[in-house]
């Protein structure tokens, strides 16, 4: 069940990597004509995190997956399953369906699903979890400006 576990897991966040990369890559001529809120960051700032946010995730699934109890394991892939699909729903929603508070909800419910999976990290090997805090605080501040392009545009 470990390896199966460690498989699926490496499997969801490839897998939220590939949809979140073609559906936000879909518009950006139309994306750089919304009225932005004040507090987002430059460019390259997405370009730095989301390559970190993907690793730390792929190794605190191993992390957990590997070492962790069966109940671990259960929360972390029930956990990030349902981050990952609310995650994806917020790409899908914002970028094509344009749906700005469809998807500043599923950008908040993929907060709130992901700070489980980062005690259950945390709980397994401290390390593990403090490597996702930045991806936490990344959702956090991601789900901020979800909300703030839905009020502006």
Known sequence: MRIVAAVVSTALVIGYAVGSGVWVSSG?????????????????????IWPYNFLALIVAGL??????????????LIGLAGSVAAALGW???????????????????????????????????WWAGAILLPYVIWVALASSLAVGYAARN
């Open 91 to 125: 790409a899908y929603s914002f970028y094509v369906g344009q749906q700005w508070w469809v998807a500043a909800a599923l950008l908040c419910l993929a907060l709130v699903i992901t700070v489980p999976i980062v005690v259950v990290a945390w709980r397994t090997a």
């Open 63 to 76: 992390v957990v997956s590997l070492t962790g109890s069966p109940g671990q394991r259960w929360v972390w």
């Open 28 to 48: 950006d001529a139309w994306y750089r004509s919304l009225v932005q809120p004040p507090w987002q960051p430059p460019d390259i700032v997405f370009g730095l």
